[in-house]
């Protein structure tokens, strides 16, 4: 199974900034569609945060509009989500999903991101 790998969380203090990256291993798979969830605790469930597709068009959630960027690399199945001016609500674990032709849709295991002074 073709798995995207998310790295880049960690700890920092409110109005700092992270970038959380995404990696689909595999030569052949072609993406046309990623995106950024998170929950925000344990028994939630994950909401969305940001995506991007194959011509660039990107959306996000209106509380991240104005501070998240989500990215892609031309040509590559990697993914990146650009965040400044954290706030602790920020705080969640974040998931990378992927869609891509004959693959099935696939979640990332998460990663960690604590905004807290």
């Known amino acids: 199974q073709t798995q995207p790998v998310e790295s880049g969380g960690g700890l920092v203090r409110p109005g700092g900034s992270l970038r959380l990256s995404c990696v689909t291993p595999?030569?052949?798979?072609?993406?046309?569609?990623m995106a950024w969830y998170r929950r925000q605790a344990p028994t939630q469930e994950r909401q969305f945060v940001a995506?991007?597709?194959?011509?660039?068009?990107?959306s996000y959630e209106d509380s991240v509009k104005d501070r998240f960027t989500i990215s892609r690399v031309e040509g590559e199945n990697t993914v990146f989500l650009q965040m400044d001016s954290l706030k602790p609500e920020d705080t969640a674990v974040y998931f990378c999903?992927?869609?891509?032709?004959?693959?099935?849709?696939?979640w990332g295991q998460g990663i960690q991101v604590t905004v807290s002074s």
């Open positions: 999903y992927i869609k891509g032709y004959g693959i099935t849709p696939t």
């Open positions: 595999g030569k052949n798979v072609e993406l046309y569609y």
């Open positions: 995506s991007v597709v194959n011509d660039g068009f990107a």
